[in-house]
């Protein structure tokens, strides 16, 4: 098992990564408990439930298991008054505990519950995806979505434990594989010289890796006022056509975060190029550092480059301004300001229509 600890002042927890690490989730509940009539409350979905992730772990402690739909329509407000209500139902104070176990997508939804239940309680993350192993569990980043975007609701709230389970990966669907690779793609990438190392690594060395990576980041810039932005490499495309499908209903483009975050980066290499940020052999490695996972990066057909542009404005970096996060001489690092003609044109370039 490799434990990795998140070094942060006020709040410092470890991230324990290897084969059946959800074990160690009742030893460490008790631990956090004030006394043996510590409430817990599982949230998760129905497909961890049904796969038997949660039917081996001992809790030892009054425990309710709570499921939410699966699907970004599920992480939203109304799924947040739900449970809120369905802890009061259970009896839920201040001094008890939740548990978000699942993918990003519950982690998310139960790191927010517990920043806003009576103002905020103790969480532990339990993380079964493998984007939410490398990524999305990490870093007390929680939020839900409105109908006009993404993640645009939510708080800084650190768990007080994070567990990466590589043996809950083994009923992962191949597509979410290739979510969770869209992430490890962008620690690659942000590496720099010698990312492509990380993508030789076992899996277990890769998930610590990149929880490392994300650590080193958090700890020092917990609340995204500089570094921390950086993680969003490839995120603001990403972001932008997750949230044409969250307008679009059956319209959808049916994209996974971490596919929307592969076209993303190479997205963001090929604007770097554009402006003269980078050279071709840099563009080249993206492609390379994606195909050597598995991701293809294409711009699916018949988007809109105006109607992105709009939608990447509208990102909560922006601030009313077109920012990117971009490679160049200095590195990877946050653009301000850029010209709309140039990213309408490189998004022509990769197959948008006007
Ligand atoms: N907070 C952050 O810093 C951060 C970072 C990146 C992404 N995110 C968020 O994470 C979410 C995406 O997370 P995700 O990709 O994990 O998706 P997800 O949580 O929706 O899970 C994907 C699918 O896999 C299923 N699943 C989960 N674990 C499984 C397992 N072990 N076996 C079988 N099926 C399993 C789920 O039921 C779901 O159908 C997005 O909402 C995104 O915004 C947050």
């Not at 998140?6 to 959800?22: N, T």
């Not at 939804?109 to 517990?114: E, L, P, T």
Request: net charge negative; with cysteine; charged share 20%.
């Amino acid at each position: 098992m490799l434990t990795i600890p998140v070094m942060l002042d006020a709040s410092p927890y470890e991230v324990l990564v290897g084969h059946g690490a959800r074990h160690h989730l009742g030893p460490i509940l008790r631990g956090l408990s004030t006394n043996s009539s510590t409430k817990v409350a599982i949230i998760t979905e129905a497909a961890i439930v049904a796969a038997g992730w949660l039917s081996d772990v001992e809790i030892g402690l009054e425990h309710v298991v709570l499921t939410i739909p699966g699907g970004e329509a599920a992480k939203s407000l109304e799924t947040v008054e739900h449970l809120c209500r369905q802890l009061v139902d259970a009896g839920m104070s201040r001094g008890d505990l939740l548990v978000g176990f699942g993918g990003g997508l519950v982690t998310d939804v139960a790191g927010f519950v517990a920043a806003i239940y009576h103002r905020g309680i103790r969480y532990v993350s339990v993380a079964t995806t493998l984007l939410a192993q490398v990524d999305a569990a990490i870093g007390g980043k929680t939020a839900v979505n409105l109908p006009e975007g993404k993640n645009l609701v939510g708080a800084f709230w650190q768990p007080s434990a994070v567990l990466c389970d590589t043996e809950t990966l083994t009923t992962l669907p191949p597509r979410e594989w290739s979510c969770g690779r869209g992430e490890v793609a962008k620690y690659a990438l942000l590496r720099g010289e010698g990312g492509r190392e990380l993508l030789d690594l076992d899996l277990h060395e890769q998930v610590g890796a990149c929880v490392a990576d994300k650590a080193m980041v958090v700890v020092g810039d917990e609340r995204e006022q500089g570094r921390r932005a950086l993680l969003n490499y490839g995120h603001t495309l990403a972001h932008a056509l997750e949230t044409i499908d969250l307008e679009a209903g059956e319209q959808a483009l049916g994209l996974r975060h971490g596919e929307a975050v592969a076209i993303g980066l190479l997205f963001a290499a090929e604007l770097a190029f554009d402006l003269g940020r980078i050279e071709e052999p840099r563009v080249h490695e993206h492609r390379a550092i994606l195909g050597g996972l598995d991701l293809d990066g294409h711009l699916p057909s018949g988007l809109s480059a105006s109607h992105l542009v709009d939608l990447m404005r509208r990102d909560k970096k922006a601030d009313h301004d077109l920012t990117f996060i971009l490679d160049g001489p200095n590195g990877i690092e946050v653009v301000n300001g850029l010209d709309p003609t140039i990213v309408r044109s490189s998004l022509e370039r990769m197959g948008a229509t006007p």
